[in-house]
Structure formats: structure tokens, C-alpha cells
């Protein structure tokens, strides 16, 4: 079955400091992966996308591209704020068998930010 | 835009009770899902619905069922409860069948079982 394997947290980062968080998968078909964000007390919030390999979603200075060889979809920020401070989840979804809304998610990773 | 709204926020329960979680959707959505986020884990996909059916189920109980209401919003139902269901219920709703349709959640239902 699909399952997704993210770095374990918490990462602590100084702000301004460049941000990454792995995130490798497994699938059949050929999945759209995701990143999500939660800040405390929340829910999820879709962060960026890409739906075929190669594809590079990008939003907000975040940025991760579907690297199909490498079964990855690392995500990336060059200079990380306070603000940033969450917890991030990677997630792939179904396929049209078992149903493009249906998401796996890795564990998160919590990132935390200091001035 | 009202996006996905989920009642009650919070909500304490004693083990072998039923609860009912409910969620409207974001307007033009027509499929809702629900997901159970334990402490410290990622969400877990119990099922999905579409046009009052369920569409898609994870490895969940029966104890657990839900229902689409046909202005597509949904309820969570959950019988005898136990202590491990404790956790953060998510809604999301999204458009059927749509791979360039992203999930958008709700804020969640805290569960407490006691």
C-alpha cells in the first residue's frame, strides 16, 4: 500500500536559515503529492502541490519537486521566520482506483523557528 | 467564502458512548472526508462521501459510519466508544474524482474519551 516516511522533529532553525524537510514515498500509480501545514490549534492548510514528476510546487517561498527516481518530494525554504514555526506534513493521494481525495500522510515534522 | 466548518470543537465522552461529529463543506465542494489525527501522528483516513454514499473507506471499525446529507454536508458517528479514539477528528471536502482538487480541511473536532 501507499505509505510516506518524513524526517522526525522537531527541527530548530535560527531565523533566516535555509529550511529542509525529507519526505520519501511509496505508491502505486502515479500520485499527486502535497505538502500541508498546521499551526497549533488548527487544521490543515495546503501549502504546495504537484501532481506529475518533475513538477515543482511552490508557495509562500516553499518550494519541493516530484522526483519520481528518487521517490521524494523534499521540501524547501531559503530563509525560514518565526512565523513558520508549525507542524508540516507530506501526503500523496490515491489514484483514480482508490480516489485522488484520499491522502496518506507521513507523521510531520514539527519545525520551530527562534529569532 | 465560508471554508470547512466542523461542530462541536471540543467534546468529552465516557468509554461505551456514542458520539456524533458534524462538518459543512466548502461551497462548490461535493465530497467529504473524514480523518483521525492521534496526538503527535498524522491523519488516518476513515471514508469518504459522495452523492449520500460512502465512496472510499480506510482500516477502520464498523463502530465507525457516517452520512452525506444531500446539501453535502456530513456527520461522523462513532458507538461504543473506546479510550484509544481519542484524538482530533478532520473534515475536509473537496471535488470528486478531481487530481488538481486539493483537500481543504476544517479546524477539527477535539475527542476526549475518558
Known amino acids: 500500500g501507499n505509505s510516506v516516511t518524513q524526517m522526525e522533529g522537531p527541527v530548530t532553525l535560527s531565523e533566516e536559515a535555509f529550511l529542509t524537510i525529507n519526505c520519501t514515498y511509496t505508491?502505486?500509480?502515479?500520485?499527486?503529492l502535497f505538502w500541508y501545514v498546521q499551526y497549533p490549534g488548527e487544521g490543515l492548510q495546503l501549502l504546495l502541490k504537484?501532481?506529475?514528476?518533475?513538477d515543482k510546487g511552490s508557495n509562500k517561498g516553499f518550494e519541493a519537486t516530484y522526483r519520481k527516481e528518487t521517490t521524494s518530494f523534499h521540501l524547501e525554504k531559503g530563509s525560514v521566520q518565526v512565523s513558520d514555526s508549525a507542524v508540516y506534513f507530506c501526503?500523496?493521494?490515491?489514484?483514480?482506483?482508490?480516489?485522488?481525495?484520499?491522502?496518506?500522510f507521513g507523521k510531520g515534522t514539527m519545525l520551530l523557528v527562534s529569532p | 467564502d465560508a471554508g470547512v466548518t466542523q461542530s462541536p470543537t471540543h467534546l468529552i465522552k465516557t468509554r461505551g458512548q456514542q458520539v456524533t461529529l458534524r462538518c459543512s463543506p466548502k461551497?462548490?465542494?461535493?465530497?467529504v472526508s473524514w480523518y483521525q489525527q492521534a496526538l503527535g501522528q498524522g491523519p488516518q483516513f476513515i471514508f469518504q462521501?459522495?452523492?449520500?454514499?460512502?465512496?472510499q473507506r480506510g482500516n477502520f471499525p464498523d463502530r465507525f459510519s457516517g452520512h452525506q446529507f444531500p446539501n453535502y454536508s456530513s456527520e461522523l458517528n462513532v458507538n461504543a466508544l473506546l479510550l484509544g479514539d481519542s484524538a482530533l477528528y478532520l473534515c475536509?471536502?473537496?471535488?470528486?474524482?478531481?487530481?488538481?482538487?486539493?483537500?481543504?480541511f476544517g479546524n477539527g473536532t477535539r475527542l476526549t474519551v475518558t
Open positions: 475536509a471536502s473537496s471535488l470528486v474524482d478531481r487530481a488538481d482538487s486539493p483537500l481543504h
Open positions: 462521501y459522495y452523492e449520500e454514499e460512502e465512496r
Open positions: 505508491a502505486t500509480g502515479y500520485p499527486s
Open positions: 461551497s462548490g465542494h461535493d465530497t
Open positions: 504537484a501532481t506529475k514528476a518533475d
Open positions: 501526503a500523496l493521494s490515491g489514484d483514480m482506483n482508490s480516489g485522488y481525495s484520499t491522502l496518506t
